[in-house]
């Protein structure tokens, strides 16, 4: 069930390799670990992408493709965990890295108001000022970030290993009882 599950959302192996932009890095993306669905390049995929996810800006994606080439585990699976940040969990993401960050420097933890900040703001004002607001949440969030990350790459890696392998034994406990269910000739 898991790697019939994740084949239904990635591309092929062969899709991906006579991609244009992708071709530049032939030898590169050879390593059968970068396409092969198993428990440890799967695994290594989801934390790879849970701690890039956090990236800020565009470079998510790009920096999950280096990190699985370089450690080996699964390219398309890293790259499409890092999805789990967007608009909507971006921010909390980032509050809580900052609550992380205040604890293990031993800050007060009072955060610049995000309303005040954002209360006379246009669209077109909205992103410089998000970008001024998390400057001045400062070294608290420059701490939280990793930490988070680690902790968010650490509980995927392990939850899909053990998922995994749940699986694979719960499989192998029906194939058991259906062997011992057939009457012998």
Same mark, same amino acid.
């Given at each position: 069930?898991?790697?019939?599950?994740?084949?239904?959302?990635?591309?092929?192996?062969?899709?991906?390799?006579?991609?244009?932009?992708?071709?530049?890095?032939?030898?590169?993306?050879?390593?059968?670990?970068?396409?092969?669905?198993?428990?440890?390049?799967?695994?290594?995929?989801?934390?790879?992408?849970?701690?890039?996810?956090?990236?800020?800006?565009?470079?998510?994606?790009?920096?999950?493709?280096?990190?699985?080439? *370089? #450690?080996?585990?699964? !390219?398309?699976?890293?790259?499409?965990?890092? @999805?789990?940040?967007? &608009?909507?969990?971006? =921010?909390? %993401?980032?509050?809580?890295?900052?609550?992380?960050?205040?604890?293990?420097?031993?800050?007060?933890?009072?955060?610049?108001?995000?309303?005040?900040?954002?209360?006379?703001?246009?669209?077109?004002?909205?992103?410089? *000022? #998000?970008?001024?607001? !998390?400057?001045?949440?400062?070294?608290?969030? @420059?701490?939280?970030? &990793?930490?988070?990350? =680690?902790? %968010?790459?650490?509980?995927?890696?392990?939850?899909?290993?053990?998922?995994?392998?749940?699986?694979?034994?719960?499989?192998?406990?029906?194939?058991?009882?259906?062997?011992?269910?057939?009457?012998?000739?």
């Amino acid at each position: 069930m898991p790697r019939n599950f994740f084949k239904k959302f990635l591309p092929s192996h062969d899709s991906i390799r006579e991609n244009r932009a992708v071709r530049l890095f032939g030898p590169l993306l050879a390593h059968h670990n970068l396409w092969h669905l198993h428990r440890r390049s799967v695994a290594g995929g989801i934390a790879i992408g849970l701690f890039t996810g956090l990236i800020p800006g565009p470079f998510q994606m790009l920096g999950a493709a280096l990190f699985a080439i *370089a #450690f080996r585990v699964n !390219l398309p699976v890293a790259v499409f965990t890092t @999805l789990y940040t967007n &608009p909507l969990t971006f =921010v909390p %993401l980032y509050l809580l890295a900052y609550r992380i960050g205040t604890l293990i420097l031993g800050h007060d933890g009072a955060m610049p108001n995000i309303v005040a900040e954002f209360e006379a703001e246009s669209w077109s004002e909205w992103l410089p *000022a #998000f970008v001024e607001w !998390l400057a001045k949440l400062g070294k608290p969030l @420059l701490v939280g970030v &990793p930490v988070l990350g =680690v902790i %968010l790459a650490t509980v995927g890696y392990f939850a899909a290993r053990g998922l995994w392998r749940l699986h694979v034994v719960m499989k192998w406990n029906k194939r058991r009882k259906h062997r011992t269910t057939i009457p012998p000739d």
